[in-house]
T-cell receptor
Framework: DVKVTQSSRYLVKRTGEKVFLECVQD?????MFWYRQDPGLGLRLIYF???????EKGDIPEGYSVSREKKERFSLILESASTNQTSMYLC??????????????FGPGTRLTVL | AQKITQTQPGMFVQEKEAVTLDCTYD???????LFWYKQPSSGEMIFLIY??????QNATEGRYSLNFQKARKSANLVISASQLGDSAMYFC???????????????FGKGTHLIIQP
C-alpha cells in the first residue's frame, strides 16, 4: 500500500512565525502536491512538484513556498504565518504519467491554527 | 466559472438505500479524468473511483459506480446498499489534459456531506 505521511496532525503557531509542513511518500512517486482545504471551498492546489528540485505554482501559491530536495519528501513553507492561513493542509503523491494512472494518494492532513 | 459543481451540500439517507451524489464538470479539453474521493471524519482522502473521458463504459468499484453522461458533463457517484460507514464528505475532482504527461493537480468540487441514518 502507498503510504503518505505528514509530520504533524495538529499544529498551532503564532502570526509571523516561519512554519514547515513536511510530507513523505514511500512509493517512489514522481509527482507530489500540497492542497489546503477550507469549509465550503473544497481542496485548492497550492504547489506541486514533478521532480526533485522542480516546483510549479498551483491555484493559490501566495504566502507559500515549497522545497523538494529528495524525491520522497515535499515540504510546504509558510515564510511568515498569518491568521488567514489557518486551514487543513493535505499532501498527496502520484506516480501516473497518464490520466488513467492519475490516482493521487493523500496523507492524513495537518490542521494548522495560526493565532 | 466553477469547473466542478456539486450541488448537494448535505444529504441524509437511510441505511441500505442507494445514494446518488451529483457532480457536473466544465472543460473544453477532450481528454480528462474524473475522480471521486471520500473523506471520513478522520480527515484522510480515500480514492474511490476513476472515469476517463474516452472510457466507453461506466466505471465500477464494488458498491461504487460512476454514472458518466458525457454530453451532459455529468459524473454522478452511485453507492449501492449504503452502510453507516459510508457517512463522510465526498468530493468529485477532475484533471484535464492529454494522456501522456503533465503534473497538474486535481480540481475539486466543494463536496457533499453524506450522513447515513440507521
Amino acid at each position: 500500500d502507498v503510504k503518505v505521511t505528514q509530520s504533524s496532525r495538529y499544529l498551532v503557531k503564532r502570526t509571523g512565525e516561519k512554519v514547515f509542513l513536511e510530507c513523505v511518500q514511500d512509493m517512489d512517486h514522481e509527482n507530489m502536491f500540497w492542497y489546503r482545504q477550507d469549509p465550503g471551498l473544497g481542496l485548492r492546489l497550492i504547489y506541486f512538484s514533478y521532480d526533485v528540485k522542480m516546483k510549479e505554482k498551483g491555484d493559490i501559491p501566495e504566502g507559500y513556498s515549497v522545497s523538494r530536495e529528495k524525491k520522497e519528501r515535499f515540504s510546504l513553507i509558510l515564510e511568515s504565518a498569518s491568521t488567514n492561513q489557518t486551514s487543513m493542509y493535505l499532501c498527496a503523491s502520484r506516480w501516473g504519467l497518464t490520466l488513467s494512472t492519475d490516482t493521487q494518494y493523500f496523507g492524513p492532513g495537518t490542521r494548522l491554527t495560526v493565532l | 466559472a466553477q469547473k466542478i459543481t456539486q450541488t448537494q451540500p448535505g444529504m441524509f439517507v437511510q441505511e441500505k438505500e442507494a445514494v446518488t451524489l451529483d457532480c457536473t464538470y466544465d472543460t473544453s479539453d477532450p481528454s480528462y479524468g474524473l475522480f471521486w474521493y471520500k473523506q471520513p471524519s478522520s480527515g484522510e482522502m480515500i480514492f474511490l473511483i476513476y472515469q476517463g473521458s474516452y472510457d466507453q463504459q461506466n466505471a465500477t468499484e464494488g458498491r461504487y459506480s460512476l454514472n458518466f453522461q458525457k454530453a451532459r458533463k455529468s459524473a454522478n457517484l452511485v453507492i449501492s446498499a449504503s452502510q453507516l460507514g459510508d457517512s463522510a464528505m465526498y468530493f468529485c475532482a477532475m484533471r484535464e489534459g492529454p494522456s501522456g504527461g503533465g503534473a497538474d493537480g486535481l480540481t475539486f468540487g466543494k463536496g457533499t456531506h453524506l450522513i447515513i441514518q440507521p
